[in-house]
């Protein structure tokens, strides 16, 4: 049922599987359109040179996305866990400690990525006709990874109570207010590939705000109390043993794709620019 936590263990399996599954499927299918949003709108309104500089950071963009991303993921395990054995106040414990070992992290990821992010680039071999632009666009991307951690950890948390439907709403409005974004702060305010970044981790804020506003009227479950923001050593381990290897595995994942891109930046900006639509196209199917 939407907007409700609801047992996955009751009634037919094969019923319970799709009704989670179909809307974690279409989830992806719109992020990928979210990620594509920025591109296209970016070469149709600035130039395909701006598309190529924004195709550039792709891969280190994933790297933190990426492992911010599995992160979370990994958190929820243990909140899943914790409602699935209907401990009520183990999965509040859960949430109250997903929540601060999230900001600890993003703090110490948002730091380091903002201080690399141009030499990584000359690593990379970026040409020089778009490495200022995709610098524009990551130095915001990273500044709100905080934006993308949260809203990636309250659906995470949704789904732990599962619910895969109401973090799809939220996704779908994510997308539609990037799109309008990208369009006002690029044309009306030309604010060039900065201002697709800027549009992104607004549209992100702005749902994650949305969503834990509407979370915690019709989740009552997600409504802290004083004592559940007591961290114990034991049970943040449990979070992060989980959640560290799962954005582990994301990120060398994504370190594969740099040395891809590298690979690419040497043929130059138009193998890029091909690169970089191909790319979300076979993301897309994937």
Same mark, same amino acid.
């Given at each position: 049922?939407?907007?409700?936590?609801?047992?996955? +263990?009751?009634?037919?399996?094969?019923?319970?599987?799709?009704?989670? #599954?179909?809307?974690?499927?279409?989830?992806?299918?719109?992020?990928?359109?979210?990620?594509?949003?920025?591109?296209?709108?970016?070469?149709?309104?600035?130039?395909?040179?701006?598309?190529?500089?924004?195709?550039?950071?792709?891969?280190?963009?994933?790297?933190?996305?990426?492992?911010?991303?599995?992160?979370?993921?990994?958190?929820?395990?243990?909140? *899943?866990?914790?409602?699935? &054995?209907?401990?009520?106040?183990?999965?509040?414990?859960?949430?109250? +400690?997903?929540?601060?070992?999230?900001?600890?992290?993003? !703090?110490?990821?948002? &730091?380091?990525?903002?201080?690399?992010?141009?030499?990584?680039?000359?690593? %990379?071999? +970026?040409?020089?006709?778009?490495?200022?632009?995709?610098?524009?666009?990551?130095?915001?991307?990273?500044?709100?990874?905080? #934006?993308?951690?949260?809203?990636?950890? =309250?659906?995470?948390?949704?789904? &732990?109570?599962?619910?895969?439907?109401?973090?799809?709403?939220?996704?779908?409005? &994510?997308?539609? !207010?990037?799109?309008?974004?990208?369009?006002?702060?690029?044309?009306?305010?030309?604010?060039?590939? *900065?201002?697709?970044?800027?549009?992104?981790?607004?549209?992100?804020?702005?749902?994650?705000?949305?969503?834990?506003?509407?979370?915690?009227?019709? =989740?009552?479950?997600?409504?802290?109390?004083?004592?559940?923001?007591?961290?114990?050593?034991?049970? *943040?381990?449990?979070?992060?043993?989980?959640?560290?290897? %799962?954005?582990?595995?994301? #990120?060398?994942?994504?370190?594969? +794709?740099?040395?891809?891109?590298?690979?690419?930046?040497?043929?130059?900006?138009?193998?890029?620019? *091909?690169?970089?639509?191909?790319?979300?196209?076979?993301?897309? #199917?994937?």
């Amino acid at each position: 049922m939407f907007g409700q936590a609801k047992d996955l +263990t009751k009634g037919s399996p094969l019923r319970q599987t799709l009704l989670f #599954a179909v809307p974690l499927l279409i989830g992806n299918v719109f992020q990928q359109f979210y990620n594509m949003a920025d591109m296209i709108i970016v070469g149709r309104t600035i130039s395909t040179t701006a598309l190529a500089a924004i195709g550039a950071t792709g891969a280190i963009a994933f790297l933190v996305v990426g492992f911010s991303f599995g992160l979370t993921s990994g958190f929820t395990v243990i909140t *899943a866990q914790r409602y699935g &054995a209907g401990d009520t106040d183990g999965v509040r414990r859960s949430i109250a +400690t997903a929540i601060v070992l999230s900001v600890a992290v993003t !703090v110490v990821v948002t &730091a380091l990525s903002v201080h690399t992010a141009y030499p990584l680039f000359r690593l %990379m071999d +970026t040409p020089a006709d778009i490495i200022d632009d995709a610098y524009r666009y990551i130095i915001v991307i990273y500044a709100g990874t905080i #934006a993308t951690v949260f809203f990636n950890l =309250f659906s995470g948390i949704l789904r &732990a109570l599962g619910d895969s439907l109401t973090p799809l709403l939220f996704l779908v409005l &994510a997308c539609i !207010v990037n799109i309008i974004l990208d369009y006002v702060l690029i044309v009306y305010f030309h604010m060039g590939v *900065a201002g697709a970044g800027w549009a992104t981790i607004t549209a992100q804020a702005f749902s994650v705000l949305l969503c834990l506003l509407y979370s915690l009227k019709r =989740f009552p479950i997600m409504r802290l109390r004083r004592e559940d923001w007591r961290l114990e050593a034991a049970f *943040a381990w449990k979070h992060l043993a989980i959640g560290l290897s %799962m954005g582990a595995q994301m #990120a060398i994942i994504a370190v594969g +794709t740099i040395v891809l891109q590298i690979g690419v930046n040497r043929l130059g900006t138009d193998s890029i620019k *091909a690169f970089s639509a191909a790319v979300k196209i076979d993301q897309l #199917a994937t």
